[in-house]
């Protein structure tokens, strides 16, 4: 590798740690982010009442929705403490691709996304009733893969919003339209996982996430650059 690509993969390295120090720091997204998902949690299967075939059956789609609105909240502190202190724009002077800010927050994002997800399943296995240890490792693949379509979304229309007044309420209306086939093809993947005990059936699911994610990256990282000169 050039010196260059290595100087690119140190600033990306080195701006998720920044965030990552900063959101351990502050602690306020990490508080309201953990609290905010187990209420969902707890909350949906409070009203699917104590039938438990009705709760396994929405284990999986309990978790995306504590995941999604968890990650929403999160993204949108992204550019928070550089647009509070002016610093983006001194950031985007390094003589760096601008791509590296970008993919240096959506590591972070997606870190932050991982260990909120290791939380909420056995808390999801616990309050659903169901299986997540009979192939943990594929349910952990999907996992992996849902939750890094979901943070390079968000991550890049945070940007897109940084500097608006309205950019808490605009965020989730513009990320989810974009994001449902990444939701969708997690909360089937993740089903036939946690309900049937059938990894093979969610083979195809897999697959697609990984398109999805893939075709994503490039389109969000080449577009970035751009995105941050408005």
């Known amino acids: 590798m050039s010196k260059a690509g290595v100087g690119d993969v140190a600033a990306v390295v080195e701006v998720a740690r920044k965030d990552l120090l900063l959101e351990l720091r502050s602690k306020e997204v990490v508080v309201a982010t953990l609290f905010f998902s187990g209420m969902v949690l707890v909350i949906l299967a409070f009203a699917l009442g104590p039938d438990e075939t009705a709760l396994r059956n929405a284990a999986a789609g309990t978790l995306w929705t504590a995941l999604a609105f968890a990650g929403v909240t999160s993204a949108s502190q992204s550019y928070q403490s550089e647009l509070d202190e002016g610093a983006l724009e001194q950031l985007l002077l390094y003589p760096l691709p601008r791509a590296t800010l970008f993919l240096g927050k959506l590591v972070a994002n997606w870190l932050f996304m991982l260990v909120l997800s290791a939380l909420l399943l056995p808390l999801s296995a616990a309050v659903f009733g169901a299986s997540i240890a ?3 490792p594929w349910l952990l ?3 992996a893969l849902g939750t890094f379509g979901f943070s390079l979304i968000a991550t890049f229309y945070a940007a897109l919003t940084a500097n608006l007044r309205a950019r808490e309420s605009l965020l989730p ?3 989810f339209p974009i994001i449902v086939p ?3 093809a997690s909360v089937r993947a ?4 946690m309900l049937l005990g059938n990894p093979a059936e969610s083979r195809g699911w897999v697959q697609l996430l990984a398109g999805f994610d893939l075709v994503y990256l490039v389109v ?3 577009i970035f650059p751009f995105v941050v000169e408005e």
Do not use: G
């Open 190 to 193: 993740s089903s036939e996982v």
């Open 182 to 184: 990444v939701i969708l």
């Open 141 to 143: 693949l999907t996992v």
């Open 173 to 175: 209306v513009l990320i």
């Open 134 to 136: 009979q192939h943990l």
């Open 220 to 222: 969000c990282t080449t």
